[in-house]
Structures are given as C-alpha cells and as structure tokens.
C-alpha cells in the first residue's frame, strides 16, 4: 500500500534540469566629484541623459550602479563615518530618476562607503526583489596600508544564479606612481572579501598571538562577472618633449569630443593610449590581468584635468602642472569559461556635460544574458511516494549544528568563525531571513559582538549553504564586562594579578537568532560564547593606573603618571628620529600583536625588525590612538600633555599621525 512508503527506503528520483533565460542592462558610471556636495537642487539626470545620446530609448536599465570618489575630503572623514553623504547622494540619485519620467521604480539595495568613496546600486523593483543575497566590504590601502583616502569599496549580489561584483576604486595619485597603484590593484584583489562583509588578513602577527582562524572566502575570481570602476589614476607617461606637442592638439581634442568620428580626434587619442600608463602596464600583464576595458580605443579625450565650472577646458597652468589624463576607468572580468553569461557593451563614453570637478563621469553600458536553472515541481509519481499529510508547498529547512557555541577565548575586535550548514528538506525554494530575535514587550538592538552572514538568502531544494557565524568583541561590549566585572575575595589588591580572562557576570555573551522562512515557519539560532581574554583597553582609567602589573602578567611595572601601556607607546615613539607612517598592508593585523604585548607584558619590539622596522612604527601610533581613546573617565589633563608632546615630531605631509594626535586631544577636550 502507499501507507508502506513512510516506514520504507525511498527511491532516489533525478528530476531533469530546466534553464531559463535572462536579459539584463546594466549602467555603470564613476565620478570624482572633488568633494562637491550634493545639493537638494543638484540633478543628476546629465548622467543619465547626455545631451548626446538617450541611454532609455530604447530600454531602461535593470541596475544602476554609480560610484563615487572624494565625495568627502574633510579631514574628521578619516576618523568619524558619517552617514549623512550616503543619504544625501541616495536621495538626489532618486529625485533625478523620478523627473526622468521613467515608467519603471528603482530600489536601492546597496551602499557602501569608505572615507570619501561611496558605491550605490540601484534595481528595478521587479529585479530587486529576485537578488538572493547583498554582501558589502570595504579595504583601505592609503596612508598606513589602511586608511580610507585610498582603497576600494565592492558588493556582491546574486542574481539569477550568478554572482556578479561591483568594485569602486580610488588608487594612488601622482604620475611616477605607477607601481602603488598596480600594488593597489593587487592589495584590493587580494584582501576583498565579500562573503565575510570584510576585509581580512592572514599575516604573522595572527602566529604572534596563537590564533590560527578559519577564514572562509569569496575571492573576486569566484565571481561569474566582476566590475571594476574608479578613480585610477594612471596618467599619460609623455616624455618631456611631447608634452608641449600634447598640448599643441589641446584644440583637437576639444574637436574631437564635439564630433566622434573626426578623425583627427580619433587619431590623436590611438596615439595617446600608447602613452596610457593603464594600457602600458595591462599589456606588460603587471596589472588587471584577466580585465578588458568596457571599450577600446577610447572615444573620448582624458578625463582628468579639467577646470571645475568649464565643460572642456582642460586646467594645465601653474599651480602644479597636470598633463591631461584618463583617470577615470571602467573595466570588467567574466570568469573563464562560463557558458551561461554573454556580455555585450553598448557604450562607454565620458560625460562632458558635468562640471563642478576637475575630473569627467565616465559611464558604461553593457547587456547581460543569463542562463540560470529554475527548481522543478516534483511529478506525479514522486508525489506518490511522499509521506502523506506533509504540505510539499511548504518551504523546510534543517540547521547543522543547532547551538553554536565559541569555547575558545575570544580577543578584542579578533573575528572568530564558526559555520552553520542550512539544509532545504523540502519540496519548494525557501527564502530566508536572519534577525535577531526580539519581542514588542523586549525590543532589542542587533547584536553587538556577534553576527550571521548571509543575512538573508535562498536554498534550492535539496541543496544546502554554509551560514557563517562571525564572533568580534567590539569596545561596547568590552566596557559592559568590565562595568560588571566580579572580583574574587582570595585577590588581594596588591598581589600580581594572573588572570587571563575577565570574570563578569555579563559572561557568558549570549545571542538568540531567529532564521524566518517566507511562507514557512520560525526556527531559533542560539550563539554563546564562555570566555573573553583580559585587556588594558576599554579599562577604567583610575582603577587601571593603580595596578602595579601588567593586565595578563605577574611582571611588575615602573610606576608613571599615566598607565604604563601608554607611558610605553609614548617613549619608544620618542625615541624615533621622525614619525612617518608607511602605507604597508601588516600594519592592519600587527596591532593586534602590539595589543597582546601590552596585556603580556612582552617586548613588542621585538615583533618585526630590520628593514621592516617601520612597518611597527605605525602599528605602535595607531595602538596608541585606539588605547587611550578606549578608556574610560581618563586623567584628561595629563593625558593631553604627553600627547602634545609627540606634536613636534610629526614628519612633514604625516597626515594620518596629525589627525589620529589631533582626534584624541579634541575627544579629552570633549
């Protein structure tokens, strides 16, 4: 009987695959706006509509991706994220789409933002609500290796089964650094990693610390299309001698971007690609190996630079003479070998028409066809040999494992990870999302120190994904443990302090998921973690001056009027020639290092040395700027002296140490 099926092997039954197809358009435009704002009465529909040509005759696109560089170039942008940008160009991005007049709506299912870089992705609403995930993240490669007045800002969406990237990109400016930028490229490729939401290093200091951590990764080149936009910055490499010849055709160039097909313009502009520093070292292979151009030759003169209220007149006078350039670039890599994306380009032009910066939008437009396949319903007969009673029309799934619980010591801001596999157990696609969970008796703010990513998402049925569970200890959460710090009467206030974890009753952190299905029910994701290691930072300043060792040592301390993990930064940065910061990409996981050897009371001198003694020297300024700004109720007064101190001894153009010095004095004056 058909009752005999739920108590007996069930037969494996291979349904057949079904693919559809898919048209996408997709406008992608870059802009250094200069830090031009973007006032309520700015339009942006210049960049939808040039005066030479309608992009939505014909169709209107599906995504709409614009990325911004210097949209801030204050300098608190270096320290403070403001979000304020982000909703101003988002909202002058929809007003212009909306006297567009287009038939279509657009949502923004994307933006991310780093110092003054800014990407925002718009979609079709009908397109928008068929991305299965957004992931975001962001590198900094500029002053220290880590600063965000350089670097890049990228998300990865999937969409009709295919997972396709958008990078925006500001690289090193000035002529003779062409070998920065090629390393920017190399940095930015290498240390992107969108299935984290982060940018994550495996280096040495990692080792220094015990910590080996699992780091899943969805590197750029596992992605079907990746979209590579920005502010280059490569320049024309002219010999001396044409220069002067360069600027002789000036009039020919402005010719040329009135009348496409001159001739002569097109002519001039071959023969100055051969001077492209991007061209150049693209052939060499030294750089975006693997990319093409949205178009070449270029059809439209150097985007770089202008001066700022003229439509086409380039700025080559003093102060700073500045051959024109195209910094100003779109490119794209498909992955090798796929068979089910065509990519056709439409157009890739320069914006003339927009003023206000010394540099020119480019835009591009390119047609993507998809071949994605589509879940089956089960047939008949397999319905046969389903357990009765079950509604196959609702989306199941199983979490593998159930609890996630981090036994091991987690550090101050130290990403840990920990996978969950989810299963669809059932017959239909089930579409979920993660929050956290909450009552409209007890509402409650995301978790601070831990997260699930993706988010939100989909599973086909039968297949199964990895949920990644990310464990940070973030400052708030580090103040919360030691505001509720337990003390242990068999301590003695003068007696060596050994303890390597923090003892609160706020341990152990716990966090409750709840993963929700579209059209299905609830399940609960419980996360706990048991101990967090002891640390100097987030200290209360008065309590933590008194003690006469270090945090995780029994070793003693000299005594000094502020706390000797500081009073130690301050000297041996003293004891420098001249601070001067080198952008080098260890300084980012060699704090974490310098952190351990504050809490240890090892010699973080000795952690690098020889040529690479420099790359400590910012290591140690950038500990310095975290520490103090972590504690709490400080000694200002004291405090604003020494750090004063260290004024004199800033190297000329140290921009990052000046602002870093000049942040703390104006938080202790706060």
């Not at 969805?218 to 220069?243: C, S």
């Not at 840990?416 to 299963?423: H, T, V």
């Not at 973080?604 to 709490?632: D, P």
């Amino acid at each position: 009987s058909l009752a005999s099926w739920n108590t007996q092997v069930k037969p494996t039954v291979s349904l057949p695959q079904v693919m559809e197809e898919a048209k996408l358009r997709i406008y992608v435009t870059s802009w250094n706006v200069q830090g031009r704002k973007p006032e309520e009465s700015f339009q942006l529909e210049d960049i939808f509509l040039p005066r030479s040509s309608n992009i939505f005759q014909f169709n209107e696109p599906d995504l709409i991706v614009l990325g911004l560089q210097e949209a801030i170039i204050t300098a608190d942008a270096y320290v403070f994220y403001d979000p304020h940008h982000d909703l101003l160009w988002s909202n002058v991005l929809e007003a212009s789409l909306q006297r567009l007049g287009l038939k279509c709506t657009y949502n923004k299912v994307a933006s991310k933002q780093l110092v003054g870089m800014l990407l925002l992705i718009f979609a079709r609403s009908e397109i928008a609500a068929k991305i299965d995930s957004v992931q975001s993240s962001s590198v900094g490669t500029g002053i220290g290796g880590v600063m965000g007045n350089k670097g890049a800002v990228a998300t990865s969406i999937r969409l009709f089964g295919h997972k396709l990237c958008f990078v925006n990109s500001h690289f090193t400016s000035g002529g003779e650094y062409t070998v920065q930028r090629n390393q920017n490229f190399a940095d930015i490729n290498r240390r992107l990693d969108l299935a984290m939401g982060t940018a994550t290093l495996a280096t040495n200091a990692y080792v220094l610390m015990g910590i080996s951590p699992s780091v899943p990764t969805l590197p750029l080149e596992d992605h079907d299309l990746v979209i590579w936009l920005g502010d280059l910055n490569y320049r024309l490499e002219l010999p001396t001698d044409a220069v002067e010849q360069q600027l002789l055709h000036h009039d020919a160039m402005i010719r040329m971007a009135d009348d496409k097909s001159s001739a002569e313009g097109s002519s001039l502009l071959e023969a100055l690609l051969e001077f492209d520093q991007l061209t150049l070292q693209m052939r060499q292979g030294n750089v975006f190996a693997g990319y093409k151009e949205m178009k070449r030759p270029l059809n439209f003169p150097p985007t770089y630079k202008y001066v700022a209220d003229r439509m086409r007149t380039y700025d080559t006078g003093p102060p700073g003479f500045r051959t024109p350039s195209w910094c100003d670039r779109i490119l794209y890599r498909e992955k090798a070998d796929i068979e089910t994306l065509k990519i056709s380009v439409l157009d890739y032009d320069a914006i003339t028409e927009m003023m206000g910066s010394d540099h020119k939008p480019v835009r591009g437009i390119l047609d993507l066809e998809l071949a994605y396949q589509i879940p089956q319903s089960t047939s008949p007969t397999v319905e046969l040999l389903q357990s009765p009673g079950i509604d196959d029309s609702v989306p199941r799934v199983s979490l593998q494992p159930e609890e996630t619980i981090f036994t091991n010591t987690l550090r101050y801001e130290v990403h840990n990870y920990q996978s969950i596999r989810i299963q669809n157990t059932g017959k239909v696609q089930a579409r979920f999302e993660i929050t956290t969970a909450t009552t409209p008796m007890e509402p409650r703010q995301p978790a601070q120190w831990v997260h699930i990513i993706p988010e939100k998402g989909s599973v086909e049925p039968g297949d199964s994904h990895d949920l990644q569970v990310v464990a940070k200890v973030p400052l708030e959460t580090l103040r919360n443990l030691f505001n509720n710090k337990v003390s242990e009467t068999s301590d003695s206030p003068d007696s060596p302090n050994s303890e390597k974890l923090i003892k609160s009753s706020s341990l152990p952190l716990r966090e409750l998921f709840i993963l929700h299905l579209d059209g299905g029910g609830d399940l609960f994701v419980p996360v706990e973690a048991t101990n967090v290691a002891n640390t100097c930072f987030a200290q209360n300043y008065a309590d933590f001056n008194k003690l006469p060792y270090p945090i995780r040592s029994t070793g003693e301390r000299e005594p000094a009027p502020v706390p000797m993990e500081v009073d130690l930064l301050i000297r041996w940065l003293e004891d420098l020639p001249e601070i001067q910061l080198k952008w080098f990409e260890r300084v980012h996981d060699l704090r974490f290092a310098v952190r351990e050897c504050l809490d240890t009371g090892q010699d973080f001198r000795e952690l690098v040395g020889g040529e690479e003694a420099h790359v400590l020297e910012a290591a140690v300024a950038r500990t310095l700027v975290e520490l103090v700004s972590s504690f709490a109720s400080p000694d200002k007064e004291t405090l604003r002296r020494r750090l004063t101190a260290l004024t004199p001894k800033i190297a000329d153009g140290d921009m990052e140490k000046l602002y870093a010095l000049c942040h703390i004095i104006s938080n202790i004056d706060s």
